[in-house]
DNA sequence: TTGAAAGCGATACCAA
DNA sequence: TTGGTATCGCTTTCAA
């Protein structure tokens, strides 16, 4: 089970013919008679003979192979992206390689190093929130591969870019919640260094300075996962609070759960809406009420984007900008 | 930003001096002086050299890659074995490579061949639902390179195998809500085709038959997520049910949601438990008893055991077996 | 129609 | 201490 596969150089010395024969043969080539063609194929597959891709690769310079950096796998947002980048891989003569960058710079300059010396062709990934903090890309530049950045990009730098309207989708879901007389409205994240967290919330103040003519804001509730719901009960003791969105998954579980051990009554008395995966909203009670990234379209949009680079160099730097769907269910009106 | 590495040779050139002492220079050779090594290294940095991992691939016939095959990434599960995987891989020399089966066995089989050809040194993998319905192996012999299967995995196969287990954790949640005085106890599926789940319910029906004499089970469904919650709430209405057991991440949203639309009290009337993610069961109302399959821990071990295979091939098999915990929160007691 | 040989980028043995 | 050369497995050009 563990001896290595059968070469072209094994092949040729069965059948006393060249090297290069085989190679032609196994490749249709139309400089090697139909005969020994057969001949050859045959042979090859009685030893299921499978050409050694790495040596393929270090001939032609190309790897056929892309790389996925994610920022976090216990995400269903990252997920799904995955999923959408592999439906478009998987048709296509590319391999994935993934690499976890757990939020740390340090990992994803190790990873952006290890894998372009010659393994992969080019990068699709998302900033991590570390080198977000940090502003330091240099590793991204000092990469001599193609980038494709989705969801978190880095505004300065001149590669392919899926990025998705996180202020125009914040700013519509409050604008909708005032629609329906909501005045007071709050916000809760578990994440605060994001630029699309950033992004996010620039759309809520936009819509209630637009709409309500507030400008100050005082409902923006940002803590980490431990400590939101205490924060936010405590807010909801002190403050006259009639809607709540929240923009990362677990943030909307903590809401969720917060407003409904302090018996609230949803959403007559406090509306919510929130970013979520939309298979676990239809599982909750009530309903929730999701702003959906598309996340498999990103992941699909940002595969084709790197492959029409890879074979064709000529093109421009795109910015692609996916629009998020907000679906309203049981937790607004 | 496109163009390629600089290479030995090139380096060569520029210093006028051969191959040969360049690579001997920058892997700190004692054959090199101490002089010639300085200068090679610093121009080797200063033009940023990186060695070109594919033709030292290709020379040593390793390519420190192990390929992870997963049946899906919409899962939690999943999703956190990758995490345990990442997390020692990131310690090792080694590089992952992920492939995404989607339960098919036309895509599992592919990337097993795809893979198989030079480009990584082994498998990490889940057999793929279709798989197990087909009983179809043979791709799983037929390529050369070590295999650790986890969770999923072919019993009459030798290679290694990370397996949960699964028997005597459903035997003992069954115990335990009998234990509580409750004699209907029901099991929830969107799964049946998986020999995981098969376990699982084996060890229900031993737990009922040797604590409860009860020897037949007409509380079990096995249905699709969007058809379960209908199946389920006409047999909360026809029979009398106090316990819930359900098998799997969405069977267990989807049975807490349906459970509370019918009106019943948790876990007065009905105690439910089940297989979901630790942190998304903490932010359920009421907090959700689960059964944790500790995948991280799984991917963990799965990535050690490839690695020590693939460093030292001599080892024996290993039929490693991961103990699910029982985490009791507010819908049992 | 077939074969010889160079080359992809590195390592390592053997000479010098 | 340094250099020449074979080699990993394959493709491709040029000769035969």
Redesign the interface.
Known sequence: ?????ITLKELAKILDVSISTISKALNDSHEISEATKTKIKELAKLH?Y??????I??KS?K?K?IAVLIPS??N?FF??V??GI?SVV?KSPY??????TNESYE?EKENL???????VDGFILSVAEETQIKQEFNHF??T???IVMFDRVVKNMTCDKVMVNDFDSVYEATVDLIKNNRKNIAIATTINNLSVIKHRIEGYKKALSAHLNQVEFDLIVEEPLHLISDKLTNILKAKKIDAIISLDE?AS??V??TV??NNFSIPSEIALIGYMDE??AT???PEFSTIDQNGVQIGEIAAKTLIDRLEN?ALEPQEIIIKSTINKKATTN
Chains 1, 2 share one sequence.
């Open positions: 089970m563990s001896q290595n596969n299921n499978q050409p050694n891709k790495l040596a690769n270090l310079g790897t192979t796998i216990q269903y997920a799904k995955l999923l592999e998987a391999n994935i390689i993934i690499g976890i990992d190093q290890k894998l372009s010396n010659g393994i530049k000092n001599n591969k193609p677990f579980l903590a969720l759960k409904k051990q298979k676990v599982y909750l009670t160099k």
